[in-house]
């Protein structure tokens, strides 16, 4: 088996695995939400992220989020470090930080993969943590 190159086979699993999850993580938000741009209008996006801040999988919801979801893993990553922990959830809103505008509310969570963090869902991620990221409008009532 050639090291060098990804095994075809493995690599369209676990992209479909991945952008399944993401698919599955913008369900979840759509049946559990009160706000109409969530619930009916679908305002929002799922994505799987690395341990350094880059796209893994997305789902097709607005992927007008996608170009600065990034840069909000990448603020938590700089900002948190080592300080992140299983289970937490972090949200942010910030414009200097990868968010678009106020209304707009980024939730990541970390996965930790390693033999003293392991925090559900446990993913087959080849990374120390991996951060599943959902950005939605939310407007208080």
Avoid at 16 to 35: D, H, K, P, R, W
Wanted: glycine share 4%.
């Amino acid at each position: 088996m050639n090291t060098t190159q990804p095994d075809p086979v493995r690599l369209e699993i676990f992209k479909n695995l991945y952008q399944f999850i993401a698919e599955q993580m913008g369900i979840v938000l759509q049946n559990t939400a009160t706000s109409v741009n969530i619930k009916e209008r679908l305002d929002f996006s799922c994505a799987i992220f690395d341990s350094s801040g880059l796209l893994v999988a997305n789902a097709p919801h607005i992927p007008v989020h996608l170009g600065s979801m990034s840069e909000s893993v990448r603020s938590l990553i700089n900002d948190q470090g080592d300080t992140l922990k299983p289970g937490n959830v972090y949200l942010s809103n910030n414009p200097y930080n990868g968010g678009t505008h106020l209304p707009d509310v980024t939730a990541i969570t970390p996965v930790f993969l390693d033999s003293d963090h392991i925090s559900s869902p446990p993913l087959p991620l080849p990374l120390s943590h991996s951060p599943l990221l959902c950005r939605f409008s939310w407007t208080p009532s």
